[in-house]
Structure formats: C-alpha cells, structure tokens
C-alpha cells in the first residue's frame, strides 16, 4: 500500500513538472521575443534617410517658373511669401499645395525688421500668419526675415509666433534640437540676398558635399530668390539639381515639413509595446503637442524577426504601407503613420483589403485667376496613395497625374488649378489605396 502511494505521489511529481515545463516553456519563448527584438524608435528623418535637402525661395510668385523640380528631380519647395500680396493671386498659393510645394512667411509686408519697434513687428507677424489661416486654412511655422533684417529685439519675439525664424546671417528658435546638425554646415546657399543667383549657383553641389563629408552634419538648408535667375543661371542650377537628387540616402523636403518632423519626432512617445508569435503591438502618442499645427508623419523602425514575410501593418485597423529592410545587423521595417493615439499593429496574420478609396464632393470654382477643383478622397481599410484627374475644357483634354493632400491641412481634401481654361465640361478622379484597390468617379 506504502509503496503504491509513493507510485502515485512519483506519477503527480512528474505529470506536475511536465505541466510546469509546457508553461515555462511558453512564457521563455515569448520573454525571448520581448528581450530580443528592440521596441520601434522613430527615425531621424522621413524613410530613415539619413540626410535632407530643403530648398526655399523668397518673395514667391516667380517661383511657379521652377515647378519643373517635383516631376523631374522629386524636389519640393518653400514659398516664402509676402502675405500681403497673396489676396490676388490665392490660386497661385493652392496650385503650389496641391502640387506637393509648402507656403511660409516671409510677414504681411516687405519691411527691414531691424527698424522696426516691437509694437509693428508684433503686428506684422500676426497679420502674416492669419493670412495664410484665412487663405489656406493651416498655420504656417517657419519664418523668414525680409531683406534678412532683423535685430536682438526682433529675435527675441519671432519665437513667440514661430518655430523658425530664417534670415541670412541669423536663425532663431525655439527647438532647441534644431537644426539637428552643426549649425555651421546646415548651410544657406548664398553670402549675400541675392540668394541662389550667378557664381553662387557654381557652388551648390561642392558645399552640399562639404556638409555630406562632415560627419554629423545632416540637414542642407537652400534658399534663394527665383525671380533672379537668367537663362544661364536656370540651366546651371537645373544641372546642380541633377547631381544632388542622385543621392539616394536624401529626403527631399521643404522647409515647413521638415521642421514639423523634428517637432513631432521630439513629442513622439511609444507605448504599450508587445511583441506575440504572430504580431507586433505599439500605441504612439505625442503629448501635449496639437497635433493639427504639426499634422505630419514621422517614420517608424520596427525590428521583425528574421523569419517574418507576407506582413500586413494596420494603423488603427487600417492597412498602410511599410518598406521591410534586412542587412547583417537584422531585420526591420520602416512604417510612416501621424501619431494620435493609436494602435499599430504589424501581423503576419492574413489580412484582406477588397474596397477602393471612395471620391466625393467634386467641386468647381471658376475666378479670374483660373479653375479650381477640388474634390474629397478617403478609404476606410487603407491609405490613399495616389490621385490624380482628367478633365475636359473647352480648349482640350488634359492629365493631372500628380495631386496631393498639402502637408499642413489634416483632411481629405485635394485639388487641382487649372490656369488656361474657361469652361470644364467633365471631370474623371481616379485614387487607388495601400493595397491596390482603385476608385473612381466622375461628374460626367
């Protein structure tokens, strides 16, 4: 009897550590995984790239003559504009935004800033930013001194209205992190006002270079005054263009967006973290930041096991783009996503997406400058990728292949200005979404 007890009591003892073993096992294997993939961190710059080129004009108008830069080398630029001229010419501003190109002040009026009192320079930076409120519908961010003027009185109060305030000889801030580089080769592209103009333009590849080869140094900063070139001028920077978009570790930004990056990557926290066998989990959040002033995506690095494929990412249950990059260091993908609150979720769960982005709301304006379409596009299971529109006029038919959603408006909103035509007969907007899918509409 004594010895079949101590049977009994040997089978449980073992069925016990059998049990124990199974769960220990179990939760070893997923610790393994929290300790052995690195929680997502956001990159320096958009894509992971590891530098960025921003190039601004001042003075705006002339600069629709360089428009050829976004088609032809993938370049995007700021207008600095005087804001006061803006009220005849709003076209001018939407055609730049839809066009994928940023709107910044350059104040309400063309005045030295360094003779200037407080009192005026107060009133001329309000002014300038409800302005571009009014006429655009955002807040613009950056600062441009005219004539590069300013003084210790007007430094002190541009941060109160900006996160930048750029001049020639002067950059005030309240980034504190800003620039991220060394100040000395976040290089402005010309010693004089003249910006971007004769010699000068000879000597843009070489000092991009420069700050290339200094380690550290990551951000190039180029502005001029595109109303000052002539032929010659044109054709030599077209050439530096050229040399300096074969980069390929260069974000090609503008000067609002990039900064609006750095802000939001500095209030970007990432919690509830979690990795499982089959998916990753974070939450990201950006305390205390309004998130529509800055409503710009920042780039996630989120390390996968090496044996992860076929992977889906969800923003808050949408699907979104991702770019997977493997090297001798490990495994990772690089995700773009606003934060808000959200759930981020990467599975290698199959996840099916079979619905198009939906357009609605086509709309025409017709002004003296121009045509005005403008039209909605969402997609409730993906991310809109691409957009553009045909129309009809009653001087021909033509193809608008590249429309964006503005950086700084946080809705669905797109558009397109026509300049040359007087009458639209019919439009055709096609969208397709993250996963393929195209929608289409027409107000045939």
Not at 19 to 31: K, M, P, T, W, Y
Not at 182 to 190: D, E, K, P, T, Y
Not at 198 to 209: A, K, P
Not at 362 to 377: D, P, Q, R
């Amino acid at each position: 009897m004594k010895r079949k007890w101590l049977y009994q009591v040997l089978i449980l003892t073992i069925s016990l550590f059998i049990g124990l073993s199974s769960n220990l096992a179990i939760i070893c294997d997923h610790h393994w995984v929290e300790s052995s993939i690195l929680p997502p961190v956001v990159t320096v710059f958009r894509d992971d790239h590891q530098h960025a080129f921003m190039l601004g004009w001042d003075d705006e108008m002339d600069d629709l003559r360089f428009s050829f830069i976004e088609d032809e080398f993938g370049f995007r630029h700021t207008s600095f504009a005087v804001t006061g001229r803006l009220n005849d010419s709003v076209f001018w501003g939407l055609d730049m935004l839809f066009r994928g190109h940023d709107i910044q002040s350059h104040s309400s009026e063309h005045l030295h800033f360094a003779r200037l009192n407080s009192s005026r320079i107060e009133l001329l930076l309000g002014q300038s930013i409800n302005d571009i409120e009014r006429l655009y519908g955002y807040t613009p961010i950056v600062f441009a001194y005219p004539f590069g003027s300013h003084s210790s009185e007007s430094d002190s109060i541009i941060p109160n209205y900006f996160d930048v305030g750029r001049g020639i000889g002067s950059e005030k801030t309240n980034r504190g992190a800003w620039p991220i580089t060394s100040r000395s080769c976040c290089l402005h592209s010309a010693p004089t006002c003249n910006g971007i103009t004769g010699d000068v333009v000879d000597r843009l590849t070489i000092s991009f270079e420069e700050m290339l080869n200094n380690e550290g140094h990551r951000a190039y900063k180029c502005y001029g005054h595109s109303g000052w070139f002539n032929a010659r001028e044109r054709e030599q920077f077209e050439k530096e263009l050229s040399k300096i978009a074969e980069h390929d570790n260069l974000w090609l930004t503008t000067w609002g967006e990039a900064i609006a990056y750095q802000v939001v990557r500095d209030h970007t926290v990432i919690e509830d973290y979690h990795t499982y066998s089959e998916n990753i989990k974070f939450k990201t959040v950006a305390p205390e930041l309004n998130i529509s002033r800055y409503p710009v995506p920042v780039t996630y690095r989120v390390e996968i096991p090496r044996d992860w494929d076929n992977l889906a990412v969800l923003d808050d249950g949408r699907i979104i783009p991702h770019k997977i990059v493997e090297n001798s260091s490990g495994k990772y993908l690089l995700l773009n996503s606003t934060p808000r609150g959200q759930i981020i979720e990467i599975t290698t769960q199959r996840v099916v997406d079979t619905t198009g982005p939906v357009i609605s709301g086509i709309h025409i304006t017709y002004t003296t400058e121009g045509v005005l379409v403008l039209f909605e596009v969402s997609d409730f299971h993906g991310t809109v990728c691409d957009v553009n529109m045909t129309i009809v006029t009653d001087i021909g038919s033509f193809d608008f292949d590249r429309i964006v959603n503005p950086t700084f408006w946080s809705n669905n909103t797109y558009g397109r200005v026509v300049f040359n035509a007087s009458d639209i007969y019919a439009i055709t907007v096609m969208a397709s979404d993250s996963s393929g899918n195209i929608g289409v509409s027409s107000n045939e």
